[in-house]
């Protein structure tokens, strides 16, 4: 399994502002990736971030609006910019591990844009 | 496009009853298939992971089902308990691209 934990676990910031969010992981892994949850929705992903190498972003997500670093393989951060109410969302980071390839997923990180 | 649908959208049962989650996927090209956990404001957990050439897993209370051809998966919960009251969430996998595609969830109550 894995153990993934990320900063802050939740937040409130205005309108017009970033935030970055971090995720960390308790074991080297290849992939990993950012989705989001929109109130009462369920999971988008956001895109996939891979060390050493530019993240891939779905259609709908652009990197201007949510840049992501991945420095090494333990740990990712995903930025919402230039923030707006639409973006109050639970961000939540994942990654793949083992041999049959299951995702684990972080806590989230709850962000509310006034 | 993958679109992944569950049914039902949310259940409420009497604890120890036997019962069953569906899941229904449009493009049956799938890697995987995860069925996921998820408390109130929580992230999600984990609950059992079927590969494509797979029929079933088991863990426990839990048993999860794949029908790939049909674009079908079940999950069932035997002598259900109120701590198994969650959101359960299914998502297949695409290739070895580790995409999840997430349906919009069953959410389960199970009344003491």
């Known amino acids: 399994s894995a153990v993934i934990s990320q900063k802050p676990s939740r937040d409130i910031c205005q309108r017009g502002t970033s935030l970055t969010i971090q995720c960390q992981v308790d074991s080297q892994v290849t992939m990993m990736f950012w989705y989001r949850q929109q109130p009462g929705q369920s999971l988008t992903l956001i895109a996939t971030a891979n060390q050493g190498s530019e993240a891939t972003y779905e259609s709908g997500f652009v990197i201007d609006k949510f840049p992501i670093s991945r420095p090494n393989l333990t740990f990712s951060t995903l930025t919402v910019s230039n923030m707006s109410p639409e973006d109050s969302s639970i961000y939540l980071c994942?990654?793949?591990?083992?041999?049959?390839?299951?995702?684990?997923f972080g806590p989230g990180t709850r962000l509310t844009v006034l | 496009k993958q679109e992944v649908t569950q049914i039902p959208a949310a259940l409420s049962v009497p604890e120890g009853e036997n019962l069953v989650l569906n899941c229904s996927f449009t493009d049956s090209a799938i890697y995987n298939l995860q069925w996921f956990r998820q408390d109130p404001g929580k992230g999600l957990t984990s609950l059992l992971l079927i590969q494509s050439s797979q029929r079933e897993q088991t863990s426990g209370r839990l048993n999860a089902s794949l029908d790939k051809s049909s674009g079908r998966s079940t999950l069932y919960i035997a002598a259900s308990q109120p701590g198994d009251s969650a959101t359960y969430l299914c998502?297949?996998?695409?290739?070895?691209?580790?995409?999840?595609?997430f349906g919009q969830g069953t959410t389960l109550q199970v009344k003491p």
């Open positions: 994942s990654v793949e591990k083992g041999s049959t390839d299951t995702q684990y």
């Open positions: 998502a297949p996998g695409s290739g070895n691209t580790g995409k999840l595609i």
